[in-house]
């Protein structure tokens, strides 16, 4: 902290200050790397013979001089973990203690207890001669052949040999733990601790991918101890317990690649991937990246026909309040009275539900809501309410139900419909049958609402059907058959009559017309009148283009001259 300090209060140019301040950044990281030792040893000051022995006791106390008063024994003492490595993933720890002592006549020996938690002290006793040490004089004295585990706190006691009163110094020292990046790649029981790190996320010394197409997971195990199998699984976590989800895959210590594929069916907040040596009592590790998967938990929705009921337990532990709701045509979901419950791992059962696609299962975590609809698909049908031609409103049911039919008068057209009950019907319907309901005849010239709801279930939707009076009046209009036969008669009548005096007229032409051409027509003025007259009743080619049909022969116009001239 001090190196820091003196960095930034230094006038420095910015690239000593670059410099300076990466100089920090590498003594850091050399800090995490502890010191190795080949042998353990104990070792001290030049012309300080010393020797190592080991006992069980401490003996009883003796008043010191009072020399030891105005200069303490213990001056320094200072307690670091060393790493002994036998292979490069073989390493244990080691306490160090570097002490620095003031040499007395009367003491010729240190003793150091280390206590851990439910062992029985251990004690070492480091004899000295001190022959070319003057009295008084400070040596330094150093021990590392103490073993510790990974995070084990040590209550350690240095004392004098023989052992004097009020002279002893004690403290309580924790190793480290896995948190350690050295520790982590030499110690075994630390070779699978949990870390992340990029799209491939580390954990400790398992890096995963997800493979959502082929609904799998590669795990690739990296710096697990090299002379045992690694087993690999998915399971999910549910506090202290994790529960496979599919079988054990076994990475061989022989493999080239430490790699196994697991498969999985759904990803969920509790899906953890736990890897562990193959090894007895090994620490495994376990890797859950799934949290955010909280959605693929509202399934696994079931209904039991028989009893009717609707069940559902979440496949991991979450806070999350569930509630039966009816599904409205514009999307919202209306929670049903007393229906809401809080769940953490317990199954959730409604009894007694009705099998309609509009009730669903509401799920709230926090303020966001996620809505299920288990009967929405095509194998449950419901109840519906028709109208048939004339006029009569009916019910049908694909099971046998007990229905409540209430007549209002609708409040609100905007969904959810509302109204206001007039009058209510008990209706009994058997299995897909329909039933008609017993309506007022005045009805017919009104708008009314029918508000329907199942009875003979605890759970069950409630739906609004309103009929336009005006397609209520065309369906139950009564007409005359008098009416459209009488006129159809009378028209018939009329084509016939005209049929057959177009085919007289037609017969009079025709007949005229061979008598022309025969020479054997009469000329008298009379007859010339009825043949214009029957032949103008059936139009000719010359009369339809506006020109009169008159037969006339030479003759006619030879008289026609004779008078024209003697008048």
Known sequence: MEEVVTCFLKSLPVVSLIICCISLTGTAEDQNKLERIEMCSTKCSQGLNCETSHSLFSSVCQTPSDDFKTSPVFQDINLSTVLRCEERQKCSLHLSIQMRMRIRDSIHGVSICTLRHGLIPNCKVISFSKDSIESGSLVDIENDCTKISLSQKVLLTVETVPRYCNTNWTQVYTAPGCSNRDLQQHVPDCIIHPTSA????????????????????????????????????????????????????????????????????????????????????????QVCPFKQYVEELWTGITFDPIESSLSWQPLCPVTARVTLCQKQEHGDCINLPNTSHNVTRQKVKFAGVESHPQLCMKFSVNSEDWIRCPFGDQRFTAWEVSRHPEGAVLLYSPARGIFSVELCEVESMMPPKTCQSAHNYTIKVENRTSVEVPLPSELLHRTFCLQVRRQDVRYSVTLVHCFDPILQIYSNTSVN???????????????????????????VHQRRTQKEKNGSCPYEKQK????????????????????????????NRSNEKAILLSD
């Open 528 to 555: 010339d009148y009825t043949c214009v007259f029957m032949v103008s009743a059936l139009p000719s080619k010359s009369a339809l283009l506006g020109e009169a049909f008159v037969p006339v022969s030479p003759q």
């Open 481 to 507: 058959p008098s009416w459209i036969i009488v006129p159809t008669g009378a028209l018939l009548a009329l084509v016939i009559l005209i049929a057959l005096m177009l085919h007289v007229c037609l017969t």
């Open 198 to 285: 990029g799209v491939w996320i580390s954990a400790g010394k398992l890096l995963y991918k997800v493979n959502p197409e082929e609904k799998s997971i590669t795990v690739d195990v990296i710096d697990f101890h090299e002379g045992h199998n690694y087993n690999l699984r998915l399971c999910h976590a549910k506090g202290f317990i994790c529960t496979s989800t599919g079988p054990l895959a076994v990475i061989k210590k022989e493999d080239t690649i430490k790699r196994a594929t697991l498969s999985y069916s759904r990803l969920v907040p509790c899906l953890c991937i736990e890897g562990w040596s193959a090894v007895l009592d090994a620490r495994r590790v």
